[in-house]
């Protein structure tokens, strides 16, 4: 296990690396950053005395270094719009963010692992189709459009809930509901086919077989098995909760950092696109390194090779 | 059956040695190698069946691999009609003269293609004869094998197991080969059906003067079909013989064990007391010595320390045992 | 080395199947008879050999007495009487009392059969918790004392030991320790061996006849390898394409079968201590959608008449000692 934690950081910390790597050319291949920076008009003069500030004139290895040993210290440059350092005008963000993605986690798991362990419990038969067509529904309708209905609904016609806003519990239910079915359509999806697998299995016949009654089989058997492939797709949802909910957030005009990746890409505020660009690659990183633990964990196969997840 | 007088020797294994690496190692892991074929040589005549027997672990199924060219050995050498085979062409003219055929039916064949397509496919890569005549080629090769002209027509997963293994084995002859190499052929297919396809192998040897290094874990089988025998143990043979002086008087107790623990085939007779103990051990680290040595009932200090010589103790009849001269095992 | 002898049925059989059927569904086409009135009698510290060929219904009739089909198969007819009570009649919830206390069951791939992400010893001890209310400490010893007895060294290592780390023989000999962890009366073997090693499967076997030796349990063996048949059983059942063709004691039906299936199917049996041509049998087991009428063998009999075509042959009344379904059966001993 241990030789696994420790393959898994060193990986992790490579990723990290390669993507700091990957923003700081992307920004320099994509044009002239201080071009960007600036309005067309300024006088060239201007523009030369702007790279010198931001040190763009000097090599491209010395701007490396610069640029690497900055993030190590924390420093992801100054927000364009706000004058204030772009680490701060991020961070803020994040607790509104974390707010909402974990609540919406929480519904998803809540709605989408029961529900797709009925569907395959009862594969084939009535419930199983409606549970699915309720989960193909829930993850494709998109998140602005279900969110505009729903605000349409629940706040406008029948004034029960907030339609947009930050202060009160009421506020949350809407934004929360509206992520969290689509990742739970996602999950009930990926648990069917997990479970129904994993029920097809021998052992589960075994294990009927010493005379077990169905539900302790499907909680105690069937389902860590079942947990793997479901791990994965948990992990992506993760991977995707700070910043991947910008479109929700734009919708009900929630304070998080999704909402403030548009805004920011709208005025050109590099610092902080840069900077919300990193701390999305870091999170998803981070979610994967978990799963693989996770991994390690629920699957003593996975334990024993302890570097490759492939089952001896 | 019969023995004939100077058969001319098809293949020769030389000393042939196979090992996998399972496991790279990341700083202190050390690497895993099994070798699962450890210094082998064997021969086999022209139009003969050597029957290579042995359980899970045992190697057979690489040695198979390495007959057939599908993977190259790491020591050691394979002659075909006194050619080292690595020096001779590529694997394209090799198959022409050695090819294989496998237990999986379903997944030899591909899915998307009918039987006669998949003929047809062989012909046309090797070039054989001129195209038109291709098409009659197919349809006589699965008349030779028992199947009728329809037979084309159909797709692997639309015809019986049985039919299916007639159909890789006529796959096989198309090209004429001298050998063909036989990887469980029949242990997929249920009893009234494997007799089918042992009695087409055998009809075909006899038209075709085809050998066959006939590779199975039913003793049985291999008793049925073969004219000599070897019987292999985490990747060595540890004895080889005629196969009516195999089972008359085996000399190693392998190979004894073995034949005691095929079920009987009349009921009221309890079969004898195994002298065997225990679990087979892993390939990735086999014994010292004789590899046997962990569950031999007859095992001696010598048999831990040192891997024993093959020795010939009769016509043909080769053991890797020290106590070959000493134990009688005759049933 | 004892002789064994069919038994004389003086008391209730522990396993008494009547007329079984089992249907499952096919693409459309109604219930196709996976199992077709199949009728055997299992006795107390016996073994009954049900053998035949792929898609004969061994399979199902095991999973159908222990009331465990899959979601496409049901019993459509007949009787499963375990110590008189008819088992076909019980709810889930009494036949999970049933399972694993009075039916233990162990299945042909053992590596497969063991759950992969649980220890060793925690699926032996769910069997000793579901029926014998032991937990803890005792629970542990009584494992440690199970494996022993299947005959697994180092037992107090192996217990926390995840089924991938063991070898196939010993998987086997853990399903074996979990079946017979209380004392079932009857135990079900469904090609216990067939996924083994031929030195590995003689062990196994040595090991089941010791146990049923032992602990005087009833056993249904399913295999299609008439040398284990020869080897194990008491009395032997052939079933071919979901019918019984002929029951008996295993020394009569081997020496002197009496349907004409039995005979061919033991001269194609290959064997270790002759060298003989085998014969074979022409044709191939007919699908369960397309049977044919009357007897399901007649296409690929050498006897076939007639009456074969017309009607289903049924067991002679000669009860379950010595039966056979034939119009035209072989001569008899």
Known sequence: MARLILTKSIRALLTVMICVTFVFIILRVAGDPVRSLLPDDTPPAVLDEYRERLGLDRPLVEQYLNYVVAIAQGDFGVSFTERRPAIEVVRERIPATLQLGSAAMALALLLGLPLGTLAAFFRNTIIDRAVMAAAVFGHSVPHFFL????????????????????????????????????????????????????????????????????LHVITRHALPNAAIPIVTVIGFQLGGLVGGALVTETVFAWPGVGRLLVTAVGMRDLAVVQTIVLLVATTMVGANYLVDIAYGLLDPRIRASNSAGIPQ | MNTQPAIPTLLVAEHVTRHFVTQRGLFWNARRVVRAVDDVSLEIH??????????????????????????????????????????????????????MVFQDTLGALNPRLNIGRQLMEVLDIHAIGEHASRQGRATDILRAVGLGEDAARRYPHEISGGQRQRVVIARALLLEPSLIVCDEPVSALDVSVQAQVIELLRELQQRQNVAYLFISHDL???????????????????????????????????????????????????????????????????????????????????????????????????????????LDLAA | MQERVSGDGATIPVLSVRDLSVGVSGRGNGLLPAVDGASFDVAAGKTLCLVGESGCGKSMTCLATMGLLPPLARITGGRILLDGLDICRLSESQLTKVRGARIGIIYQDPTTALNPVMTIGRQIIEALTLH???????????????????????????????????????????????????????????????????????????????????????????????GVVADMADDVAVMYAGRVVEHGAVGDVFTSPMHPYTEALLACMPRIDRDERLLSIRGVVPSLANLPAGCHFRERCDYATEPCAQARPSDDGGGLRRSVACFNRRAAA
């Not at chain 1, 929360?176 to 739970?184: I, N, Q, R, S």
């Not at chain 2, 198979?64 to 050691?76: E, Q």
């Not at chain 3, 216990?192 to 006849?209: E, G, Y």
């Open chain 3, 132 to 226: 014998r209310a032991l937990s803890g400490k005792a629970a542990e010893a009584e494992a440690m004392r199970l494996l022993d007895r299947v005959g697994i060294a180092d037992a107090r290592a192996r217990l926390r030991d995840y089924p991938h780390q063991l070898s196939g023989g010993m998987n086997q000999r853990v399903m074996i320790a979990i079946a017979i962890a209380c004392r079932p009366r009857l135990l079900i073997a469904d090609e216990p061996t067939t996924a083994l090693d031929v030195t590995i499967q003689a062990q196994v076997l040595d090991l089941l006849r010791g146990m049923q030796d032992e602990f005087g349990t009833a056993m249904l063996l399913v295999t299609h390898d008439l």
């Open chain 1, 147 to 214: 969110g505009i209905v729903l605000i349409l609904l629940f706040a406008m016609e029948w004034r029960l809930l907030p339609s947009s806003g930050y202060t009160t519990w009421q506020h949350m239910i809407l934004p929360v509901f509206t992520l969290g079915t689509a990742a739970a359509g996602t999950i009930a999806r990926f648990a069917r086919t997990s479970m129904v697998e994993v029920l097809g299995q021998p052992f589960v016949r075994t294990a009927l077989g010493k005379g077990a009654s169905r």
């Open chain 2, 46 to 99: 022209a139009g003969e069946t050597y029957g290579l027997v042995g359980e899970s672990g045992s190697g057979k199924s690489t040695l198979g691999r390495l007959v057939a060219r599908i993977v190259s050995p790491n020591g050691g050498r394979l002659h075909l009609n006194g050619r080292d085979i690595a020096e001779s062409g590529d694997r394209h003219d090799y198959a022409r003269r050695v090819q």
């Open chain 2, 220 to 326: 049985r089988v291999v008793r049925q079909v073969s004219h000599r025998i070897g019987v292999m143990y985490l990747g060595e043979i540890v004895e080889q013989a005629p196969r009516s002086a195999l089972f008359a008087a085996p000399r190693h107790p392998y190979t004894r064990a073995l034949i005691d623990a095929v079920p009987s085939s009349q009921p009221g007779r309890r079969r004898a007391p195994l002298a065997l103990r225990g679990e087979p051990p892993s390939p990735v680290e086999p014994p010292s010595g004789c590899r046997f040595h962990t569950r031999c009932a007859f095992a001696l200090p010598v048999c831990r320390n040192e891997a024993p010589p093959q020795r010939l103790v009769g016509p043909e009849h080769l053991v890797a045992c020290h106590l070959a001269d000493t």
